[in-house]
């Protein structure tokens, strides 16, 4: 019997991001994070339509999406930056949902201490050999944007999970 969980407990005591800057001078960033279920629907004729809702209750097996939203609230345009969000231990990871033109993504199995392009992702098996890392491995995602964001202007990140 698969039982729901409330979002409070399960996902949003671990949903933390961090906004991380290598430029001077310190930006004036806006983050708003959000977390929603992913909902399908089939339609009579086989099409299927996904909507987002808020993640108030989810059940093991549901797709959850985590949103970053910012904003430069700053006169200067916000260059160089890596922005991080944890994956909650309670979520694995879906493959390939972080990806962007505009940014370098990295990965963490170590709770955030190191990062690595997805292919080169490396944990350390039972027998002290360094092996691929499966997504459930990941603890965290890291953007570093390509290009900066202007004053006013908008941006999220985002990621999928399913709840395991």
Same mark, same amino acid.
């Given at each position: 019997? $698969?039982?729901?969980?409330?979002?409070?407990?399960?996902? $949003?005591?671990?949903? #933390?991001?961090?906004?991380?800057?290598?430029?001077?001078?310190?930006?004036?960033?806006?983050?708003?994070?959000?977390?929603?279920?992913?909902?399908?629907?089939?339609?009579?004729?086989? #099409?299927?339509?996904?909507?987002?809702?808020?993640? #108030?209750?989810?059940?093991?097996?549901?797709?959850?999406?985590?949103?970053? *939203?910012?904003?430069? *609230?700053?006169?200067?345009?916000?260059?160089?930056?890596?922005?991080?969000?944890?994956?909650?231990?309670?979520?694995?990871?879906?493959?390939?949902?972080?990806?962007? *033109?505009?940014?370098?993504?990295?990965?963490?199995?170590?709770?955030?201490?190191?990062?690595?392009? $997805?292919?080169?992702?490396?944990?350390?098996?039972?027998?002290?050999?360094?092996?691929?890392?499966?997504?459930? *491995?990941?603890?965290?995602?890291?953007?570093?944007?390509?290009?900066?964001?202007?004053?006013?202007?908008?941006? #999220?990140?985002?990621?999928?999970?399913?709840?395991?």
């Amino acid at each position: 019997m $698969r039982r729901s969980k409330p979002l409070s407990r399960l996902v $949003r005591a671990a949903l #933390t991001a961090t906004v991380l800057s290598a430029a001077l001078p310190v930006f004036a960033l806006t983050a708003t994070q959000s977390v929603e279920k992913e909902i399908q629907t089939q339609g009579a004729d086989g #099409t299927v339509a996904v909507r987002y809702a808020p993640a #108030t209750l989810v059940t093991p097996g549901e797709t959850i999406i985590y949103r970053l *939203d910012i904003e430069n *609230d700053g006169t200067e345009p916000a260059a160089d930056l890596r922005l991080v969000m944890p994956v909650p231990e309670v979520i694995t990871y879906i493959e390939g949902s972080a990806e962007r *033109d505009d940014a370098v993504v990295t990965y963490s199995a170590d709770a955030g201490q190191s990062y690595a392009a $997805r292919n080169a992702l490396r944990v350390t098996s039972e027998d002290g050999t360094k092996v691929p890392a499966l997504a459930d *491995d990941i603890t965290h995602v890291k953007w570093t944007l390509k290009t900066p964001i202007s004053p006013g202007q908008k941006d #999220t990140l985002a990621f999928k999970g399913k709840l395991k």
